[in-house]
């Protein structure tokens, strides 16, 4: 669901810790750009008319006689060791010099001996170590501004020469980002000095020289980690208007703070503040307080007596209140409170009508105040992750003119109260789903005619919480079925750190479910044990019916049992959505802990993957065929693996933060410097997306309820027992908030119009949805998060963010699971009866519909006539099929083997192919041997391939969808079972999954074509849609972790078993300017052209990003 952002407000959010930079004259862009060579660097003095400045480079030289007039000269990244004496010599009239970005590792001094004219001296991002006796700069008296950051400087432990004193006219020095432990004394003689940078450096505490610099504006000290204290004398700093602290270590401050009487904006995020001193108030003048990531308990009192403040950002501190009076700051237009621990919102808070940024992020806001859609101003609003019951949370997400809204709606309505929740049975095949949810159906004696439960059953083992308290054993897993006041904790605590050679794959790649490999059958009831009713009859796929579980508060549940088979999984995640509780069902006869993976954590994954903070609840069936130390053992060894499972994962991720950070850490150039780097080449916003990413999946765990209760569908008492704890979970308000709400009147009203009797259709067009929304009073605008409240409650299904199946509101589910479990279940037997049921059907005819048959379960192909007689009792006229062949498209189901692109077929019978059928293991490769290299000869050709890897899990289903989704981009295709071959106009592409193979080869699906390398960009037309296909599919699981990589053309060439990869962001980067081959870390010496690595354009949605 899509927050209100603005894109200009979604730069911000990225690009939150800089932005306070905005306050400074000018920030530096970056990447850098080449200044205009008619232009002096940014930031340079105004030039007088007859000025003359250059860029050095190949392109314009001046001529030599200009060269002594010339007043500005950008020498940046050029590689320069040294600027030698001569250049110094001709260009004497020069006023500003850039020399950023080269490789100095001393001070040009005989050169700058010669200029002394310069005002603007830029050394940035060099390899000082020193800076000599500062005699070379000394000579420099007319230097305004000199940049130093980005070096060395006091890596020998030697500090800043005395002899910078002498800079008199110095009016900005920046200092930044070297590894000085002290200043020199002298520097309070800078009677100048306007900035001063001395941020990220290694200094101890703070430099007593700075207090007398008493003409300072600006200074930044940020990221010095052990400057701890401030001291008193601070005050003498009358004229600072800017002040950076962040990240010091400081744990409080000094009074004298408080008389910084011009102080407009003050960075203090990353300390250890717990209060602020009470004459904090002074600062009357501040308009931007940074106090992010602190350790403050309480809102700080002394801010509301700041009536000029315009920016706060109190985000990643421990405040549960927000002041009553926050409405007094008046002038706030940006209130980032994001990651505390709020519970509610001052009423006042609708009254700051400036506000044009909210950040409320991770905190525990349950209700918006009345009125809150009066903050129209907020363009920058982000509400994730709060337990939002009103307006509920798919409101909230959509932003404030949707609020404001459904404030209006419900203002005008009568409330009505309708509880029900999604309950989503999930296990491998025979695990015991659908006896669980039969008995537990008829425990309450409705809907199915279910007989009493088997009169043998006399005896049962008794209650189980007697028999094994699971509860107590020392597992990660909240018990919280146990203690419904405790509150859920992610199953894994402290993560520690994977060895980096693990980079993007995590140490336990388990081993797949793998089709048909699920866990051993156990000796299962007989007939004559099961209760009547409870019939032994096979899995009828997925099924769906409401169950109400609790007559007398009316909460019903909308059960989805989803089937074990994996032939269903192609469909089965369509069901799986935020919002619901899953019961994760498991066969404890059958269960041994080799087998942990198919049985549990392979679900887990997939689960997890597709809705990153499910709520499970983990069930153990057939306790009646254990003994009970059996049945305990069992169960405590799934706990176990479950917190096993849950820690690596978590471990692995963290790792990956860890060295994403680290490379953050590092300067782009050195990225970029060498193909052997981690990250070789990401840019920084890659990589800060990444990061995010990561985070993401790491906030975002399974939350698993509880330790495996076990069960026995031969028992009254645990039936019984097993409905109360699903009851009492859906009771909480914290995990399911939408089962406490109070809805519009007008929602259910739309509900009621979806369900009426004669609405009989498959389906309805968004459009007849619309309409029936303003029938009940809701305009289009209103109606989506109807909608999407529906969807998560299980009562219809609406995909809001699919590209296309948004189009369709799926209300009559049982006939559209009806529709599509005729193409996931494999057994000849049921498909023939349903083609046959018709009694006219002739012998010739029945043999003829058994070849289809046939044909369907080996390679997946049926004709439309075929596929009208499967789903006979839902279709009534032609138009009705070519409907539900066109949804069975949308949904990567099947696509149209012999349709032309535009034109109807001339009554000619149209042949559907279904991939998660085809068996067939090899394609036919013509189009790839064809002048290709598969067995490792070289050719001229050259390869491309794009390879992702999904370490954690490959989602099911995913190959086969992801084969009907690239059909339209492709001709002349052969599919295997995880191979296809086809052309893109005439170029040939391959697609090929291949499945994990043990701990370090996880699955892969990989993209590839080839052509010459004077012709390259027509294989990167040919495989780039395909890439962006993938990314779009990949976008429906949110919670996976999968990686991206361009593989090494040479390698392939060289038919290497183990291609060096270079990272899959640089497909949406631009190619580096001026790079025209790149080595190859693999081979030492081995030189790729840079148009195998990076596409002539870059990708629109970076491969690793959601
Ligand atoms: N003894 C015993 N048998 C059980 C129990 N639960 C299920 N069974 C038997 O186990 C077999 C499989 O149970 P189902 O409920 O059909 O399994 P399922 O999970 O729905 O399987 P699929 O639909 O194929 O995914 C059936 O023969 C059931 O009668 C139990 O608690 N005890
Ligand atoms: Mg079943």
């Not at 308990?297 to 002394?302: D, I, Q």
């Not at 991939?915 to 189009?927: G, L, R, W």
């Not at 010459?1012 to 495989?1023: E, G, H, K, M, V």
């Amino acid at each position: 669901m899509a927050q209100t952002e603005p894109p200009k407000a979604a730069r911000l959010w990225r690009e939150a810790a800089l932005r306070a930079r905005k306050l400074r004259d000018e920030p530096e862009p970056e990447p850098e750009p080449e200044p205009e060579p008619d232009a002096g660097p940014p930031g340079g003095p105004p030039q007088p008319p007859a000025a003359a400045a250059a860029t050095a480079g190949p392109r314009r030289p001046p001529p030599a006689s200009a060269l002594g007039e010339l007043e500005a000269l950008n020498l940046s990244g050029r590689g320069l060791e040294e600027l030698p004496e001569e250049v110094g010599a001709a260009l004497s009239g020069l006023r500003v010099l850039s020399l950023r970005r080269n490789r100095l590792c001393r001070l040009p001094a005989a050169a700058l001996r010669h200029l002394g004219r310069l005002a603007e001296l830029d050394l940035s991002h060099n390899r000082l170590r020193g800076l000599g006796d500062g005699g070379a700069l000394a000579g420099l008296r007319g230097l305004r501004k000199l940049s130093l950051s980005h070096n060395e400087l006091g890596a020998e432990g030697s500090g800043l020469p005395a002899r910078l004193a002498e800079l008199g006219r110095l009016e900005e020095l920046d200092l930044s980002f070297n590894r000085l432990r002290r200043l020199p004394e002298g520097l309070g003689r800078l009677r100048h000095l306007r900035a001063l940078d001395v941020d990220h450096n290694q200094l101890p505490s703070f430099p007593a020289p700075l207090l007398e610099l008493a003409a300072l504006e600006e200074l930044d000290c940020s990221g010095n980690r052990h400057l701890g204290a401030l001291p008193e004398g601070i005050a003498a700093l009358r004229r600072l208007k800017i002040l950076w602290l962040s990240g010091t270590g400081l744990a409080a401050l000094p009074e004298g703070l408080c008389q910084l009487g011009a102080l407009e904006s003050l960075m203090l995020d990353g300390n250890q503040l717990r209060a602020l001193p009470a004459g904090f108030g002074g600062l009357q003048r501040l308009k931007m307080l940074n106090l992010s990531s602190n350790l403050l308990g309480e809102f700080p009192a002394a801010i509301l007596a700041l009536p000029g403040l315009e920016e706060l950002y109190l985000s990643r501190n421990q405040l549960t209140v927000l002041p009553s009076h926050l409405c007094q700051l008046h002038q706030l237009r940006t209130l980032w409170l994001d990651n505390n621990r709020i519970r509610y919102l001052p009423d006042s808070i609708v009254l700051l009508h400036s506000l044009e940024e909210l950040v409320l992020q991770g905190n525990q806001i349950a209700i918006l105040p009345e009125g809150f859609g009066q903050l129209s101003r907020v363009t920058l609003w982000k509400i994730k992750d709060n337990p939002l019951i009103q307006p509920p949370y798919e409101v909230c997400m959509k932003g404030i003119p949707y609020i404001a809204a459904y404030q209006q709606e419900l203002a005008h309505s009568q409330p009505a109260l309708k509880p029900r929740l999604k309950l989503v049975l999930m296990g491998p095949k025979d695990a015991g789903k659908t006896l669980l949810r039969r008995c537990l159906m008829e425990e309450d004696g409705q809907k199915e005619d279910l007989g009493s439960l088997d009169a043998g059953n006399t005896q049962p083992r008794g209650c189980p919480g007697q028999q094994q308290d699971v509860g107590r054993v020392p597992v990660v897993c909240c018990p919280f079925l146990e203690d419904s006041s405790s509150v859920r904790v992610p199953a894994v605590q402290q993560p520690e750190h994977f060895p980096v050679e693990q980079q993007d794959v995590p140490s336990h790649v388990p081993s797949h479910r793998g089709k048909g490999e699920t866990p051993c059958p156990a000796p299962s009831l007989d007939a004559s044990q099961v209760p009547s009713g409870l019939g032994l009859s096979g899995s009828k796929g997925i099924e769906v019916m409401d169950w109400t579980a609790d007559a007398e508060r009316g909460l019903t549940f909308i059960v989805y049992e989803l089937a074990g088979d994996p032939s269903y999984d192609v469909i089965q995640s369509f069901f799986l959505s935020p919002g619901a509780l899953y019961v994760l069902v498991v066969n404890l006869s059958a269960y041994v802990p080799q087998r942990f993976y198919p049985s549990v954590g392979y679900f887990l994954h997939w689960l997890g993957s597709k809705v990153p903070h499910a709520v499970v609840c983990m069930v153990g069936t057939h306790a009646d065929l254990c003994a009970e130390r059996e049945l305990e053992e069992k169960c405590l060894d799934i706990h176990h693996q479950i917190a096993q499972q849950e820690k690596r994962d978590a471990e692995g991720l963290q790792s990956l933060v860890q060295q994403v950070d680290e490379a953050l850490g590092q300067d782009f150039d050195l990225r970029c410097s060498s193909p052997h780097t981690a990250f070789y080449g990401v840019s920084d916003k890659n990589l800060r997306r990444k990061k995010a990413q990561f985070q993401y999946l790491l906030n975002h765990r399974p939350q698993i309820l509880s330790p495996v209760l076990p069960f026995s569908c031969r028992d009254r008492c645990q039936v019984r027992r097993l409905r109360d704890k699903l009851l009492s979970v859906a009771e909480h308000r914290d995990i399911f908030p939408n089962l406490h709400r109070v809805l519009p009147k007008s929602w259910q009203v739309l509900e009621e119009l979806h369900f009426q009797p004669q609405a009989q259709q498959l389906w309805l067009s968004w459009w007849d949805s619309a309409r029936l929304g303003l029938q009940a009073g809701l305009t289009e605008d209103r109606l989506q998060s109807a909608l999407s409240y529906l969807h998560e409650s299980g009562k219809l299904l609406y995909f809001e963010e699919h590209l296309t199946l948004r189009e369709y509101v799926f209300h009559n589910l049982p006939r559209l699971i009806d529709i599509l479990n005729v193409f996931c279940q494999q057994d000849a037997t049921v498909l023939l009866q349903k083609l046959l049921s018709d009694t006219h059907i002739d012998e010739l005819r029945a043999t003829q519909l058994h070849h289809y048959v046939e044909g369907f379960l080996l390679h997946g192909l049926l004709p439309a006539h075929v596929i009208r007689l499967l789903l006979k009792p839902h279709i009534q006229s032609r138009e009705d099929l070519q409907l539900i062949l066109e949804l069975l498209e949308k949904m990567g189901l099947c696509y149209c083997v012999n349709k032309p692109k535009c034109k109807p077929l001339n009554g000619a019978a149209a042949w559907y192919k279904f991939p998660c059928y085809v068996k067939n293991e090899v394609p036919h490769a013509e189009a790839w041997i064809n002048g290709a290299n598969l067995s490792g000869q070289s050719f001229v050709v050259e390869q491309l391939q794009i390879e992702y890897s999904f370490p954690f899990i490959f989602p099911p289903g995913l190959f086969a969808r992801y084969s009907v989704q690239i059909n339209s981009h492709v001709v002349q295709r052969s599919d295997g079972k995880y191979q296809i071959y086809a052309y893109r106009g005439k170029v040939p592409v391959v697609v090929s999954y291949r499945p994990a193979r043990g701990a370090l080869q996880p699955d892969t699906l990989s993209i590839a074509s080839h052509a010459s390398l004077p012709n390259i960009w027509t294989a990167w037309q040919a495989i780039t849609p395909l890439v962006e296909e993938l990314n779009v599919l990949l976008q429906e699981w949110p919670g996976l972790y999968y990686t991206v990589h361009v593989l090494c053309s040479k390698c392939l060439k060289r038919g290497s078993p183990n291609p060096h990869t270079f990272p899959g962001e640089l497909l949406s980067q631009p190619r580096p300017e001026g790079l025209t081959e790149i080595i190859c870390p693999k081979n030492g010496s081995e030189r790729v052209n840079v148009a195998l690595v990076y596409p002539p354009t870059p990708t629109v949605i970076s491969p690793c990003s959601k």
